[in-house]
């Protein structure tokens, strides 16, 4: 069957949304929170009737049942259509809703009360935005709004579950803010007042969506480790201290030359670089770039490179992101998409929408409970919304991820379809798999099957927790890998078990794609796993990942004016991210089309890839998954081999 879907084995256990008996004679239950033990109503917190709400209605689209089938005539090597990528204006129509679904739940509203002069269609066609307020919309979704404590101490008025009229559930794909919980990379502005403040707030944990990485020694500069003897930077000490010449000698490629393609980093604020770490970089690891080699910034809903607070928690994803993709790719420019003002921070939608004016919102803001909402109400926040302002680079690496558990398969659905669109413009989407193995963000584990609704177990045995979007099946999920400790950079490397675990495993929402079929069959056929379905889901029907990886430990980086290892498939993504970027080049070169979605290539021709057959990721009291011959929901394909690539693809029209 053709993505998108739900897998049919997942739907019955983890979809969220619901086939509930109606609440009223016309009114069926669309979505239902899964929700985890993090977020609790408070005792009499009744919200103000008064308050206004941004409501997004994401309306059905059409012929969504082609997505898989188009996306895989321009992605597919075997196909005549291969490059052939479409345009963003012939995207907003293929996909667009019909206008009998615009018209019905426009008619809906305006039946119930709402204005038509408050109501507005996106421009792609896909969303109607109304400004309403929680009363009002209590009575039209039939729900009621609560306030809602995450055990952080942050704040957001949400629902258990919301109706619609049985008549338009097949228009509506789903409704914001409703059941929907906060994801944003940042976080609101009380907790940023409390980062301001020097407490510990981090981006980084599960409920703000980061895989941030992990830091090991101070190797050179202040604060350096008195215990950890300083090494020369050489390809003989790779297994200790990764640097661009190592990872140039483990995946058999050399420096860029041509600047013909062009390659996004996604930073989330507070998350910048600093350009004295770059310049620091750039004297100790690269010197061919000169020091003041900057990013070019897209700032998305005022991002901003924010420099009032350094430390490891602000500096070192963006400082391990940027160093080492403009590093490898260089003399290419690489784009920084800083998404995000310093008030509200951002997530993944937010980023969506400043590179896509047809997912963006038409006036009406993202959803208050799960994406940061521009423009920002709050003081001092961005006063505009970047709808479609920046075009996508060809290559987009993101080092950031949450757990399917914590949002709605609707909500993931739709999202993933975005990147599927993306894909076929031509664009290659990466993200890190996670660094907690079977684990989920923050080594969450679920204390019931498959996450259903279940309450997590931070550090203890239970339910395996997939990242999304990394099982989104149009995106690239890149895991980690590590150079085998004392032997040499050319050695075969083994899955990273140093510091983290390469996030893998199966997904509770989306069906297997027919291009990973034959891998997770053979996976399964002579190397199937022994847990059972209270584990994870072993139906052998659903999308597994990551798809490949790329060393993930040891990394050498210039935080905060000093250098350090760092540890985490943030540093995997990029880094396989900037090998696609130097074969896109060439292919540029040559007069032919970005390599756009990679994952058909890829597992068509797995031999082009160093595949891994030893590591483990380990994680709710378990063993996790193993790396063996061929897939495995460790390493995926395994890491890249440019030399190997580069025929593969330059040979693709």
């Given at each position: 069957?053709?993505?998108?879907i739900?897998?049919?084995?997942?739907?019955?256990?983890?979809a969220?949304?619901?086939?509930a008996?109606?609440?009223?004679?016309?009114?069926?239950?669309h979505?239902?929170?899964?929700?985890?033990?993090?977020?609790?109503?408070?005792?009499?917190?009744?919200?103000?009737?008064?308050?206004?709400?941004?409501?997004?209605?994401?309306?059905t689209?059409?012929?969504?049942?082609?997505?898989?089938?188009?996306?895989m005539?321009?992605?597919?090597?075997?196909?005549?259509?291969?490059?052939?990528?479409?345009?963003?204006?012939e995207?907003?129509?293929?996909?667009?809703?019909a206008?009998?679904?615009?018209?019905?739940?426009?008619?809906?509203?305006?039946?119930?009360?709402?204005?038509?002069?408050?109501?507005?269609?996106?421009?792609?066609?896909?969303?109607?935005?109304?400004?309403?307020s929680?009363?009002e919309?209590?009575?039209?979704?039939?729900?009621?709004y609560?306030v809602?404590?995450?055990s952080?101490?942050?704040?957001?008025?949400?629902?258990?579950?919301?109706s619609?009229p049985?008549?338009?559930?097949?228009?509506?794909?789903?409704?914001?803010?409703?059941?929907?919980?906060?994801?944003?990379?940042?976080?609101?502005?009380?907790?940023?007042?409390?980062?301001?403040?020097?407490?510990?707030?981090?981006?980084?944990?599960?409920?703000?969506?980061?895989?941030?990485?992990?830091?090991?020694?101070?190797?050179?500069?202040?604060g350096?480790?008195?215990?950890?003897?300083?090494?020369?930077?050489?390809?003989?000490?790779?297994?200790?201290?990764?640097?661009?010449?190592?990872?140039?000698?483990?995946?058999?490629?050399?420096?860029?030359?041509?600047?013909k393609?062009?390659?996004?980093?996604?930073?989330y604020?507070?998350?910048?670089?600093l350009?004295?770490?770059?310049?620091?970089?750039?004297?100790?690891?690269?010197?061919?770039?000169?020091?003041?080699?900057a990013?070019?910034?897209?700032?998305?809903?005022?991002?901003?490179?924010?420099?009032?607070?350094?430390?490891?928690?602000?500096?070192?994803?963006?400082?391990?992101?940027?160093?080492?993709?403009?590093?490898?790719?260089?003399?290419?420019?690489?784009?920084?998409?800083?998404t995000?003002?310093?008030?509200?921070?951002?997530?993944f939608?937010?980023?969506?929408?400043?590179?896509?004016?047809?997912?963006c919102?038409?006036?009406?803001?993202?959803?208050?409970?799960?994406?940061?909402?521009y423009?920002?109400p709050?003081?001092?926040?961005?006063?505009?919304?970047?709808?479609?302002?920046?075009?996508?680079a060809?290559?987009?690496?993101?080092?950031?991820g949450?757990?399917?558990?914590?949002?709605?398969?609707?909500y993931?659905?739709?999202?993933?379809?975005?990147?599927?669109?993306?894909?076929m413009?031509?664009?290659?989407?990466?993200?890190?798999?996670?660094?907690?193995?079977?684990?989920?963000?923050?080594a969450?584990?679920?204390?019931k099957?498959?996450?259903?609704?279940?309450t997590?177990?931070?550090?203890?045995?239970?339910?395996?927790?997939?990242?999304?979007p990394?099982?989104?099946?149009?995106?690239?999920?890149?895991?980690?890998?590590q150079i085998v400790?004392?032997?040499?950079v050319?050695?075969?490397?083994?899955?990273?078990?140093?510091?983290?675990?390469?996030?893998?495993?199966?997904s509770?929402v989306?069906?297997?794609?027919?291009?990973?079929?034959s891998?997770?069959?053979?996976?399964?056929?002579?190397?199937?796993?022994?847990?059972?379905?209270?584990?994870?889901n072993n139906s052998?029907?659903?999308?597994?990942?990551?798809?490949?990886?790329?060393?993930g430990?040891?990394?050498?980086?210039?935080?905060?004016?000093s250098?350090?290892?760092?540890?985490g498939?943030?540093?995997?993504?990029?880094?396989?991210?900037?090998?696609?970027?130097?074969?896109?080049?060439?292919?540029?070169?040559?007069?032919?089309?970005?390599v756009?979605?990679?994952?058909?290539?890829?597992?068509?021709?797995?031999t082009?890839?160093?595949?891994i057959?030893?590591?483990?990721?380990?994680?709710?009291?378990?063993?996790?998954?193993?790396?063996?011959?061929?897939?495995?929901?460790?390493?995926?394909?395994?890491?890249?081999?440019?030399?190997?690539?580069?025929?593969?693809?330059?040979?693709?029209?």
């Amino acid at each position: 069957m053709l993505l998108p879907i739900l897998a049919t084995a997942a739907a019955a256990a983890f979809a969220a949304v619901a086939t509930a008996l109606p609440t009223s004679p016309s009114h069926v239950v669309h979505e239902k929170r899964s929700g985890s033990s993090s977020w609790s109503p408070m005792q009499d917190a009744k919200p103000d009737g008064r308050i206004t709400l941004p409501v997004r209605i994401g309306l059905t689209e059409s012929n969504l049942h082609r997505g898989d089938e188009i996306l895989m005539e321009v992605s597919d090597p075997a196909s005549k259509k291969y490059g052939k990528h479409l345009t963003a204006e012939e995207i907003i129509e293929l996909f667009a809703p019909a206008p009998e679904s615009i018209d019905a739940v426009r008619n809906w509203l305006v039946l119930s009360g709402i204005e038509s002069s408050r109501i507005s269609l996106s421009r792609g066609r896909n969303w109607l935005n109304v400004n309403a307020s929680i009363t009002e919309v209590e009575a039209l979704l039939k729900t009621e709004y609560k306030v809602y404590e995450h055990s952080t101490g942050q704040n957001h008025i949400a629902c258990e579950e919301y109706s619609v009229p049985q008549d338009l559930s097949e228009h509506i794909d789903l409704i914001m803010p409703t059941v929907h919980f906060d994801t944003k990379i940042v976080g609101d502005p009380e907790q940023r007042k409390e980062k301001r403040d020097g407490q510990s707030f981090q981006p980084g944990n599960s409920d703000n969506n980061g895989f941030l990485p992990k830091k090991g020694p101070t190797i050179i500069g202040p604060g350096a480790d008195p215990d950890v003897a300083p090494q020369p930077f050489a390809l003989s000490t790779c297994d200790t201290q990764i640097t661009p010449d190592c990872l140039r000698a483990l995946y058999n490629f050399t420096n860029g030359t041509l600047a013909k393609s062009s390659y996004g980093i996604v930073e989330y604020t507070p998350q910048a670089y600093l350009q004295s770490d770059l310049n620091l970089f750039y004297s100790n690891l690269a010197r061919q770039i000169p020091s003041g080699t900057a990013p070019t910034l897209d700032s998305i809903d005022g991002g901003v490179d924010q420099t009032s607070t350094q430390s490891f928690d602000d500096n070192g994803e963006s400082d391990l992101d940027l160093q080492y993709a403009i590093a490898l790719v260089y003399p290419q420019k690489v784009t920084l998409y800083q998404t995000g003002d310093l008030v509200e921070g951002a997530s993944f939608n937010n980023f969506l929408d400043g590179i896509d004016s047809s997912y963006c919102t038409s006036g009406g803001g993202d959803n208050p409970t799960y994406d940061a909402t521009y423009p920002d109400p709050n003081s001092g926040g961005y006063k505009s919304q970047d709808c479609g302002k920046y075009t996508a680079a060809s290559v987009i690496s993101t080092s950031y991820g949450s757990n399917e558990a914590d949002l709605t398969a609707a909500y993931e659905v739709r999202q993933c379809n975005e990147y599927m669109k993306l894909g076929m413009q031509g664009v290659t989407i990466l993200y890190s798999s996670g660094d907690n193995g079977v684990a989920g963000n923050g080594a969450e584990c679920c204390t019931k099957a498959k996450c259903a609704g279940g309450t997590y177990n931070t550090g203890k045995s239970g339910t395996f927790n997939p990242s999304f979007p990394g099982t989104c099946p149009y995106v690239t999920s890149v895991g980690a890998t590590q150079i085998v400790s004392g032997a040499s950079v050319t050695a075969p490397e083994e899955a990273c078990e140093t510091v983290i675990y390469s996030g893998g495993g199966f997904s509770n929402v989306f069906a297997m794609p027919s291009y990973q079929s034959s891998a997770v069959k053979s996976y399964f056929a002579n190397h199937k796993p022994s847990y059972t379905a209270t584990q994870y889901n072993n139906s052998q029907t659903v999308r597994g990942y990551p798809d490949v990886a790329a060393n993930g430990a040891n990394y050498a980086v210039a935080v905060d004016g000093s250098i350090s290892l760092v540890y985490g498939t943030s540093a995997s993504s990029p880094t396989f991210g900037s090998v696609i970027t130097l074969i896109n080049e060439q292919r540029v070169n040559a007069g032919k089309a970005a390599v756009g979605f990679i994952n058909p290539t890829l597992y068509a021709n797995p031999t082009i890839l160093n595949d891994i057959t030893s590591g483990g990721n380990q994680g709710c009291g378990t063993a996790g998954f193993t790396a063996v011959s061929g897939w495995d929901p460790v390493t995926g394909l395994g890491t890249p081999n440019y030399g190997k690539m580069l025929p593969v693809f330059m040979n693709l029209p």
